[in-house]
Every structure is written in C-alpha cells, then in structure tokens.
C-alpha cells in the first residue's frame, strides 16, 4: 500500500505563492510518475501538473503553465508543486496521485491508482 500526505495548503491573496508538498509513505514513488489534480467546488477534478519517475519530463495544464512548477526529491519521497502567481481561479482542493505503472506517464486521472486526501488552496481577491 501507498499512503500520500499533502501539506501546504492554505490561504493566500491573489498574486501571491504557495508550494504543496506530496509525500509518501510505505511503498515509495521510486519509478512511478506523480500527478496534482484539483477540483474546484462545483467543478469536475482536472489535471494541474505530472513529472515522470526520473524527473525528466514534466507537463503541466494550460492554465497554469508558467505559473506553477512541479519537481521531485526523490530521497525524501516528496513531490512538490510550487504555485506562483495565484488567482481566485487556482481555488481548489488540490490531490497528488501516483501513476499506476513503473516507468510510465501520463495525464489522465483513471491512470493513476494511489491519491492523498487532499489539501485546500483558497486565493482571495
């Protein structure tokens, strides 16, 4: 089993950062890509941000590229998604998730089997 923890969350006036920390307990990210979704109260959860299992590859949603960065420290099994230049549309409880197969990526929620509680990210204007 796979138990992830987000932590960072908060509340933040619009323009201004957070970074979410994801880490893992039990078995390890170690060669599996890791995801951060979110949902906004009312929304469907969407894709923010993945980082393949080496952190080579990274992609990130439209709507927050350039914005946000997603990175990985591999021994401390965290992820983390550092959020700058928030905005009232960044409101959202925000999930990581762990990739269901070594070695692979992608985007899609359904390919991702292990997810965190989530954490809560309010941007007031």
């Known amino acids: 089993q796979v138990q992830l923890v987000e932590s960072g969350g908060g509340l933040v006036q619009a323009g201004g950062s957070l970074r979410l920390s994801c880490t893992a307990s039990?078995?390890?990210?170690?060669?599996?890509?890791v995801g951060w979704f979110r949902q906004a109260p009312g929304k469907e959860r969407e894709f923010v941000a993945a980082i393949r299992w080496d952190g080579a590859y990274l992609r990130y949603a439209d709507s927050v590229k350039g914005r946000f960065t997603i990175s990985r420290d591999s021994p401390k099994n965290t992820v983390y998604l550092q959020m700058n230049s928030l905005n009232s549309e960044d409101t959202a409880v925000y999930y990581c998730?762990?990739?269901?197969?070594?070695?692979?990526?992608?985007?899609?929620?359904?390919?991702?089997?292990?997810w965190g509680q989530g954490t809560q990210v309010t941007v007031s204007s």
């Open positions: 039990g078995r390890t990210f170690t060669n599996y890509a």
């Open positions: 998730a762990r990739y269901r197969d070594r070695f692979w990526f992608g985007v899609r929620q359904v390919d991702y089997d292990y």
